[in-house]
C-alpha cells in the first residue's frame, strides 16, 4: 500500500507541475529552422512533429531545400570559370530539450523508482537548405545518462525534378545513418508511434535489426525517387560505423559488424484525395555480419550471420470536421536469420531462428493542439536460451522472444513548438512469459510505465 501510495503522489505531483507549467510557459520567441527557412508555422508541414502531412513529405522528399522568402537567400550566378552559390543567409540551426519523469508499477531491484531527467537530452539541428538542391535534417544529441553528445538520427538529401512519361519524376542521392530514417511516412520504425519515449524503462531485448538495433551504428547511400506523386522507389547501401569506436573498425564489443554491404530497399504507393490520404508499401534489408569482432585473434576467419528482414506497412489519414485528423499507421516485420557466428562463438544454441514483429496504432488529432494515440505491438520468434539468456529484469527464463504490450499517449500543444505528453506502457508478455519471465520473480506487469515528458523546440 506504501509502494501504491508513494506511486501515485508522484505521478499527481509531475502531472500538476506539467500543468503549472503549460499555464506559464517559457517566453519561445524563436521556431525551428525549417520554419524559418519556408516561413510556415510548424503546422504547415506536421499534423503534430515528427508526423509529416502530404506537404511535409514532399518538403523531405524535395531535400528539405523549399524557401518561402528568396530575400533570405545570398545568390551569386554561375559561370564556366565561377561555381554558383546559392546559400540562406542565416545558418539553419535548431534546438530541442526534453524532460522527463519515469515510474515503473514496480522499481528494479535496489533501484529508487520515480527517475526525473533534466534534460533528458539536448538536441542541436543542422536543418535545412544548403544548396538549391541539397539540404539535411543532422542532429546532435547530449545524453545525460552517458554524459557526452553523439550523433543521432541525420538524413542528408540531393533532390531534383524532371518528366518521365509526361509525370513529375522527383529523384535523388541520400546519405543517412539509420534505416528507414529517409523514408516520407510515419509507418517504419525509424518515425514511427510512440513519438516518445523512456531512457529508463526496461524494454523487451528482441528486435529485427532494421527495427533499431543498426541506429546510428550504420552509415548509408542511396538513391531514390517518387514518380506522379503516387510510386516511391529508395535503395541504400549500408555499412558499419560504430560512432565513437576504434578506426579502422575492430569489431571488439558490437553487436553487429556488417560484412560488405547491406542492401535496404523501399517501394510505396500513395494515393491522395482531398480529405484522405493513403500508403501502402513493403521493405526490407539483408545483411552479413559477425558479432563482437572481424576475425579471430590469430587473424583467421569466422563465420557470418546472416539477416533478411522483409516488411509491408500502410498509413492512413483521414480528415474530420474540417481541422480534425484521424490516423492509422500499421506494420508487420519478419526476420529470418541464420546465426552462424553466434553458434560458432557460443553465444546461440542453434542457427536458424524467426521473428515476427506486428506494430499498429490509431491517433486522433484535435486539430494540432491535441492529439490522442493507442497503440499495440509483439513479437514473437524462435526460443534460444543463448541468444536471449536469463538475467534480471532483462533476461528470459526461458529464451523466448515473445512480447506483446500497448501504449497510450496524450499530448498537448499549448504552442506548436512545445509539447507535453503523458504516456502509459503496459506488458501483458515480457521477454517470454507473463509471470517470473527473468526467473528472478518479475512479472511482466512490473515494467508497466508512467512516462510524462516535456519538449521545448525552438
Known amino acids: 500500500m506504501r509502494k501504491a ?11 500538476g507541475w506539467l500543468l503549472f507549467t503549460a499555464l506559464n510557459p517559457p517566453k519561445v520567441m524563436g521556431v525551428p529552422s525549417y520554419a524559418r527557412q519556408t516561413g510556415l508555422a510548424c503546422s504547415g508541414c ?41 546559400l540562406l543567409a542565416s545558418l539553419p540551426l535548431s534546438v530541442a530539450m526534453e524532460v522527463s519523469f519515469t515510474s515503473l508499477k514496480s522499481p528494479e531491484p535496489t533501484t529508487q523508482n520515480g527517475n526525473f531527467e533534466f534534460p533528458q537530452d539536448f538536441s542541436l539541428f543542422l536543418a535545412g537548405a544548403w544548396t538549391s538542391h541539397v539540404g539535411s535534417f543532422f542532429q546532435a544529441t547530449y545524453d545525460t545518462q552517458a554524459n557526452n553528445f553523439s550523433m543521432d538520427n541525420t538524413d542528408i538529401r540531393y533532390a531534383n525534378k524532371t518528366k518521365w512519361g509526361g509525370k513529375e519524376l522527383i529523384y535523388g542521392l541520400d546519405l543517412n545513418n539509420n534505416p528507414t530514417v529517409e ?12 513519438w516518445i519515449e523512456s531512457d529508463v524503462a526496461p524494454l523487451p531485448d528482441a528486435a529485427a535489426v532494421i527495427n533499431g ?58 494515393q491522395l484525395t482531398a480529405k484522405t490520404q493513403y ?19 590469430d587473424g583467421s576467419s569466422i563465420p557470418t550471420d546472416s539477416f533478411t528482414d522483409w516488411g509491408v506497412d500502410t498509413q492512413i489519414d483521414r480528415t474530420l470536421f474540417r481541422k480534425d485528423v484521424l490516423s492509422f499507421r500499421a506494420t508487420y516485420i519478419r526476420e529470418n536469420n541464420d546465426l552462424l557466428s553466434a553458434v560458432y562463438q557460443g553465444l546461440a544454441t542453434q542457427g536458424s531462428h524467426r521473428l515476427n514483429t506486428v ?25 534460444d536460451p543463448l541468444l536471449f539468456p ?12 515473445h512480447s506483446t504490450g500497448y501504449i497510450g499517449n496524450l499530448s498537448y500543444w499549448p504552442w506548436q513548438n512545445l509539447q507535453l505528453a503523458a504516456q502509459y506502457t503496459g506488458y501483458t508478455r ?21 512516462y510524462l515528458d516535456i519538449k521545448f523546440l525552438f
Open 430 to 450: 515480457f521477454n517470454g512469459g507473463s509471470t517470473n519471465y527473468d526467473g528472478a520473480n518479475r512479472n511482466a506487469s512490473a515494467n508497466n510505465t508512467v
Open 5 to 15: 501510495s508513494a506511486f501515485f503522489l508522484a505521478t499527481i505531483s509531475v502531472l
Open 46 to 86: 506536421h499534423y503534430n512533429p515528427p508526423e509529416l502531412n502530404p506537404a511535409g513529405r514532399r518538403f523531405k522528399l524535395t531535400g528539405y531545400v523549399d524557401r518561402g522568402d528568396e530575400t533570405k537567400v545570398v545568390k551569386a550566378d554561375g559561370s564556366k570559370k565561377s561555381a554558383p552559390l546559392e
Open 183 to 194: 523514408d516520407l511516412w510515419n509507418s517504419t520504425p525509424a518515425w514511427g508511434f510512440p
Open 359 to 383: 506494430m499498429a496504432n490509431a491517433e486522433y488529432h484535435f486539430g494540432n493542439k491535441y492529439s490522442t494515440t493507442w497503440g499495440w505491438f509483439t513479437t514473437t520468434g524462435t526460443s
Open 390 to 401: 536469463q538475467a534480471p529484469v532483462t533476461g528470459n527464463l526461458n529464451g523466448d522472444p
Open 213 to 270: 538495433p543498426l541506429a546510428q551504428d550504420v552509415g548509408g547511400v542511396g538513391a531514390f525517387a517518387m514518380w506522379d506523386n503516387h510510386l516511391y522507389f529508395d535503395a541504400s547501401m549500408y555499412r558499419s560505423e560504430h560512432v565513437g569506436g576504434a578506426q579502422p573498425n575492430p569489431g571488439t564489443g558490437a553487436s553487429y559488424n556488417i560484412r560488405g554491404l547491406a542492401p535496404y530497399w523501399r517501394v510505396a504507393w500513395q
Open 279 to 297: 500508403e501502402f508499401g513493403t521493405y526490407g534489408m539483408h545483411m552479413r555480419s559477425t558479432p563482437n569482432q572481424i576475425t579471430n585473434p
